[in-house]
């Protein structure tokens, strides 16, 4: 079973990745999955090093410590600013 991982805005032009899929057995939770992506590389560890990541798990905003199952949509991606 799966996670599918998706990744907007300038993440999703820093990782030049839309989405992923994930084994669900290897993840609890979206601390564990950015910790899990980090470990892709330069870009991945960059913006998973952003303290302000965002994070959604079927469209509902989620914290860090958020439980996440197979079959869930989890979204990435940077805070909103004003303008």
């Known amino acids: 079973m799966t996670i599918k991982v998706l ?3 300038a993440f999703k032009e820093q ?3 839309e ?3 994930l084994d669900a057995a ?3 939770t979206i601390a564990e999955i950015q910790e899990l ?3 892709r590389g330069e870009a991945w560890q960059k913006v998973f090093a ?3 990541i965002l994070s959604a798990v079927n ?3 989620v914290d860090s ?3 996440v199952k197979s079959g869930d949509e989890v979204a990435f991606f940077p805070p909103v600013t004003g303008g």
Do not use: K, P
Request: glycine share 0%.
């Open 15 to 17: 990782l030049n990745c």
């Open 7 to 9: 990744f907007f805005a």
């Open 59 to 61: 469209h509902t905003m």
């Open 65 to 67: 410590d958020y439980a």
């Open 26 to 28: 290897n993840v609890n």
């Open 19 to 21: 989405q992923l899929e």
């Open 50 to 52: 952003t303290t302000s």
């Open 37 to 39: 992506l980090s470990t």
